[in-house]
């Protein structure tokens, strides 16, 4: 007995030391300090913070810091920097990349010529670690951008160069973070410090956006199915490219970084493998760092003296008067309203990933003191808590003066939000690409699930078939559930497949069904009468899809929509997911069509404020349709809007076409559109 009290004394002697312990107190904290917390409306990154403060050595002591815990906390920092890199819509940034720069421009200096002199002359630091702080000024973290996205107004332009600013001020951060680590080697800033920096970068940025895309191409799309594989991989090139950062003489965040960049047009937003990278770091590495980020802070040395404080206190104030200043310029160059100059304000003024991963490389280089290591700390405290409630604010109030503007646009865009996709089974061996496309355009606010139908005939065996047919499709939902996107499995009787499809799009309000490519049958038509009938007893928007490829793999969208495209009542919608397309797979769209229907699509999507990189061919001649041809190569998705007999949009030779693009296209993704 008195062997075993020994032993249960010596495993919980302080600091804890037996590693299943210490990992199952850390994942306890994960789990419930946020909820406890949570009423109290403290943000959850600093939640985990103020756990690792009071756990750690300078706290109630219960851990220390040890090889296990740098493991997973420098895991977590290249994590954080790997998902900002990862996030950044490159459309966005794309379309509004002048603004974005000039906000970058504004959100980075601003910051840096206010802060270097305080930290310099007024706190008495010397030039390395004024600067460093000075540059973590310059930084933001989109930790607000949530508030925006489920209020509504991410699509607004003020968002959209906020986000686009995040890559001009993060990047410089880094490579000024480069600089810094230099100076403070033995022998500086000289001449052969910067001409092996600029070569080993060229090279370094050479390998990350050149041969890393590549082998990530090739990787999707030989080991498609192999979809365990794929999140090994991006984290195989995560901690590679940290390592080639290294050897390159930058830090290794940077390469963390870069690879979120490399990777990020590969990797669509609404995949299953995005939802993966965000589960694990969101549900165990960042959470891990914020802890061991906690871990370093020396409550004492605040309470120590009045320095402590001072140093905490003028951090704050330098980055939040920064951050509005920078606002208030963009504000007065672009004259952009008050909300939005606040809404600009929130989602740039929070400070955490970027910040963290600066001070915590110069404290570890001994370039920065525990002060502001410290100051950093409440630095980050107070302006989550400042850009949460400005960002809230500015959100509900823009979204007030949309709805005095235009209350119509708004009633619209309610409705749209609770669409519905309909996805008939015809052959299941093509049903996993038609559901990732489904996944891809689909609204990701609406609540309605994903309907996968199958229609058996009316007949004996019609129970058994019904069984069958969901049976076989119990994969496809596990497939939908690793993106968090709903999907409902349904089948129906009736006396013919397209009866059973038109009259349960109808009772789902379905507005899209998506279909696979018809199968050829060898004869002039591509749409053959089984598919016709299919598509003429429903009015609903079809999608008819073909991809021998996986859809991130792609490089532009070549769209042809023939004269009074505009007219046609599932108009609107279909651009929607065209947009939506864009976004998810980071293409630009290139739009062959009249001008009547380019004035139409650019008047649509001014009206909406969004936001795509579209460039417009006027194109008439569709008995020539093959001159779209000379610039479509075999990696871009070929669309055409075609119409139903007796539409406002429909002429003849939109029957032959879909069979040239058989014949011309065969390597391409293909898509036909029936609107509405």
Known sequence: MNDFLDLVSHEFELPLSNPVLVFALILLIILVSPILLRRINIPGIIVLIISGIIIGPYGAGLLEQNTAIN???????????????????????????????LFGFFTFALPLAIGFPVCFYLLGYDFNASFLTASMFATHTLLTYPIVSKIGVSKNEAVAITVGGTILTDTAVLIILAVIMGNAQEGGLTADFWIRLIISLTIFCAIMFLVVPKIARWFFTRMEKEKHSHYIFVLAVVF????????????????????????NRLIPHSSALMNRIEFMGNSLFIPFFLISVGMLVDVSVI????????????????????????????????????????????????????????????YNADIIDENIL???????????????????????????????????????????????????????TNLEKLLEFSILIKDKSSENPVSILSVVPNDEQAELNIAQAKTRLEDFVKQASATETPVNVTATIDRDIASGISRRSKELIADVIVMGWPTSSGKDEVIGEKMAKIINKTTKTVFLCESEKPWATHEKIVVAAPPKSEMMEGFELWVKKLIKMAEELSVPIIVNCTLETQTAIEDFIDALNLRAPFTFNTFTHWEDFL????????????????????????????DEIPRKMEIYFKENTKILVFPQ
């Open 374 to 428: 410290n100051g950093t700390i409440i630095l980050i405290l107070v302006t989550s808590i400042v850009a949460t409630l400005a960002t809230e604010n500015a959100a509900k109030k823009m979204v007030a003066e949309a709805e005095e503007v235009n209350p119509d646009e708004i009633r619209k865009s309610e409705n749209y939000k609770m669409e519905t996709i309909l996805l008939p089974l015809a052959n299941i």
């Open 627 to 654: 001159i779209i041809a000379r610039d479509i190569e075999p990696e871009d998705l070929v669309m055409l809007i075609t119409a139903r007999k007796g539409s406002v949009a429909y002429q003849p030779i939109l």
């Open 240 to 263: 590679l490219s940290a390592f080639l950062a290294e050897l390159a003489g930058v830090e290794d965040i940077i390469g963390a970084f870069l690879a979120g960049l490399a990777l």
């Open 71 to 101: 493991l997973f906390s420098t895991i977590g920092l290249l994590y954080i920097m790997f998902i900002a890199g990862l996030e950044l819509d490159m459309n966005q940034f794309k379309v509004n990349r002048n603004k974005s720069f």
């Open 303 to 362: 309470f120590s003296g009045y320095m402590a404080i001072v140093v905490a206190v003028t951090l704050s104030i330098v980055a939040i008067t920064g951050k509005w200043l920078a606002s208030f310029f963009t504000q007065l160059v672009f004259k952009y309203t008050s909300s939005q100059r606040k809404v600009i304000f929130g989602l740039s003024s929070g400070h955490a990933a970027a910040t963290l991963a600066v001070i915590i490389v110069g």
